[in-house]
T-cell receptor, first 113, second 113 residues
């Protein structure tokens, strides 16, 4: 039983570029949440996807957008990258949007130079 | 929105000692409180959780207590072992139909042999 998988594991971009991160949820899970974890901080909620729609959103600008596919996998897109976007991006999956228990992937480490 | 404070930021103990990490939350509507362990370079893993209708929960060497009136909850690890060394995060979530987690900033626990 595969857990939550994320790709790529590491990514280096320059300011102003755009990036796409990918997530496959744990088998049987249909809800995907994305979190940003800056160095030395706890994860911060970006948004949650269920039934291919954004259901909840945290305090992040519109430069952050996402998508969920019919197979429940998800993408996180960040446009016009800033230095401050450098962080570990974590994907978590759950069984339904109301499920409190979330399983995390190992994350994508994004460095913006 | 919800705000979760976590203390201490670092904690050093000798093997065999107990460790206690404390968190406070601001929103009385929060009703689910998980604890995650994150080893260096790895995914956050759920180690124990508690819901607001319970005051204490134990699982072998770890336990969590919740005081709803004071809006604080704590993680207790007994008989610590070097493999307990990691960053521990507390989180809070409210039953709003869409479960999202608000995390504390984390506690780095170092258990010395």
């Amino acid at each position: 039983d595969a857990g939550v998988t994320q790709s790529p594991t590491h990514l280096i971009k320059t300011r102003g570029q755009q990036v796409t991160l990918r997530c496959s949820p744990k088998s049987g899970h249909d809800t995907v949440s994305w979190y940003q974890q800056a160095l030395g901080q706890g994860p911060q909620f970006i948004f949650q996807y269920y039934e291919e729609e954004e259901r909840q959103r945290g305090n992040f600008p519109d430069r952050f957008s996402g998508h969920q596919f019919p197979n429940y996998s998800s993408e996180l897109n960040v446009n016009a990258l800033l230095l401050g976007d450098s962080a570990l991006y974590l994907c978590a999956s759950s069984l339904g949007p109301e499920s409190e228990i979330q399983y995390f992937g190992a994350g994508t480490r994004l460095s913006v130079l | 929105g919800e705000n979760v404070e976590q203390h201490p930021s670092t904690l050093s103990v000798q093997e065999g000692d107990s460790a206690v990490i404390k968190c406070t939350y601001s929103d009385s509507a929060s009703n689910y409180f998980p604890w995650y362990k994150q080893e260096l370079g790895k995914r956050p893993q759920l180690i124990i959780d508690i819901r607001s209708n319970v005051g204490e929960k134990k699982d072998q060497r770890i336990a969590v207590t919740l005081n709803k009136t004071a809006k604080h909850f704590s993680l207790h690890i007994t008989e610590t072992q070097p493999e307990d060394s990691a960053v521990y995060f507390c989180a809070a979530s409210m039953d709003s139909g869409y479960s999202t987690l608000t995390f504390g900033k984390g506690t780095m626990l170092l258990v010395s042999p």
